[in-house]
Every structure is written in structure tokens, then in C-alpha cells.
């Protein structure tokens, strides 16, 4: 007798590090989404929304591969900043949040910028990864 039992691929997201912004109002939560224990199985994803909204694991504005880590710097309440891991594979990157794709207003956009950076194995050797 052959069983097979195969999964449906559930996902497990886990939050790594939240950044709240200079006024707090808004927050930068960083979160790996797996769908199983391989790295390729491991996508790594920034949210952004007002601050005591809830994260919606589905709602990103970057999302990459092949990279484990990121830099959050919050220039001001409407411009910031991502650091990731070069070599990274990019799956979606998004240059300005606004409008109803995170319940911010339209007239009130941050607007992102990326860095690639040199890393550890897509890891950064430092403490700090938020900054305001």
C-alpha cells in the first residue's frame, strides 16, 4: 500500500522587525513568508501602514528572495529608505505607498527608495536595522 500525503502549502508568516516612523503614526514591519523549510521556500516582505492597523501579511510593498535581512531608515514621515542584501532576487518593489493599498491617503504617498548592500550570507552584521 502507497500513501501519499501531500500539502496544500500553507503560509506561515513571521514578523522579523517592526519600524515605526518619527511620529509614530506610521510603521515599517519587515516579515519572512514560508511556505515550507527550504531557504527558496522563505520570501522576505516590507509593510507599511498606520500605526495600530493590523498587518495584513498579503499587503507589500517590497518583497524579495535570497536575502534574509533589511535596513529600515525613516527619513521623514513621507520618505524612507530599504537596505537588502545584493545579489537578492526581487519579486516586487514599490516606490511610493499610497491610496487604498495601505489605507493611506492619496494625497499622503511614502515614497521609497532601495539600496542594494554588500551582506553576510543575505544576513547584515549590525544591531540596529531601524532608524528615524
Known amino acids: 500500500m502507497l500513501l501519499l500525503l501531500a500539502g496544500c502549502g500553507t503560509e506561515r508568516a513571521d514578523v522579523m522587525f517592526e519600524c515605526a516612523s518619527p511620529s509614530g503614526s506610521k510603521v515599517a ?14 520570501t522576505m516582505k516590507l509593510n507599511i501602514r498606520p500605526a495600530g ?5 498579503g499587503m507589500h510593498s517590497f518583497a524579495f528572495r535570497h536575502g534574509y535581512d533589511a535596513i529600515i531608515h525613516w527619513d521623514s514621515e513621507s520618505a524612507m529608505r530599504v537596505d537588502y542584501p545584493r545579489g537578492s532576487e526581487i519579486l516586487d518593489q514599490e516606490t511610493a505607498v499610497f491610496g487604498t493599498s495601505q489605507t493611506f491617503r492619496s494625497t499622503d504617498p511614502i515614497h521609497i527608495t532601495y539600496t542594494e548592500l554588500e551582506s553576510t550570507h543575505g544576513h547584515f552584521m549590525v544591531e540596529d536595522r531601524c532608524f528615524r
Do not use: C, E, M
Not at 514591519?29 to 522563505?42: I, K
Open 29 to 42: 514591519t519587515f516579515y519572512r513568508v514560508s511556505t515550507g523549510d527550504r531557504p527558496g521556500d522563505q
Open 53 to 57: 492597523a493590523a498587518l495584513d501579511a
